[in-house]
C-alpha cells in the first residue's frame, strides 16, 4: 500500500481523534494517518468509495464484518513497520 504525499487535514485529524476509537474503521484511520497511508489506497484496497472511507475513518458507518479481519491484518502489519 502506498504512502500518501498529501497527508490529513488538521480538521480531519480532530474528527477521527473524536470519533469512536473501538470501531474498526477509526482505529484504521488512526494507524493510517499515523502512517501516513492514503484514503484512496485503502478504497482501492477494498474495493469501495473514498466516500465510504472518510465514513469509516470518522465512525459515521461502521465497516462491514466481510472486512474486519482484512482491517485486523492491515493494523497489524502496520503497527509492526512501526
Same mark, same amino acid.
Given at each position: 500500500?502506498? #504512502?500518501?504525499?498529501?497527508?490529513?487535514?488538521?480538521?480531519?485529524?480532530?474528527? &477521527?481523534? $473524536? #470519533?469512536?476509537?473501538?470501531? !474498526?474503521? &477509526?482505529?484504521? $484511520?488512526l494507524a493510517c494517518i499515523?502512517?501516513?497511508?492514503?484514503?484512496?489506497?485503502? $478504497?482501492?484496497?477494498?474495493?469501495?468509495?473514498?466516500?465510504? &472511507?472518510? $465514513?469509516?475513518?470518522?465512525?459515521?458507518?461502521?465497516? !462491514?464484518?466481510?472486512?474486519?479481519?482484512?482491517i485486523n491484518d492491515l493494523?497489524? #502489519?502496520?503497527?509492526? &513497520?512501526g
Amino acid at each position: 500500500m502506498k #504512502a500518501s504525499n498529501r497527508g490529513y487535514s488538521t480538521r480531519f485529524i480532530d474528527d &477521527v481523534n $473524536a #470519533a469512536d476509537n473501538t470501531k !474498526p474503521g &477509526v482505529q484504521l $484511520a488512526l494507524a493510517c494517518i499515523t502512517y501516513d497511508v492514503s484514503v484512496i489506497s485503502i $478504497a482501492n484496497n477494498f474495493k469501495v468509495s473514498r466516500t465510504t &472511507v472518510y $465514513a469509516w475513518f470518522k465512525g459515521e458507518s461502521n465497516v !462491514p464484518r466481510k472486512h474486519f479481519k482484512e482491517i485486523n491484518d492491515l493494523l497489524r #502489519a502496520l503497527n509492526t &513497520v512501526g
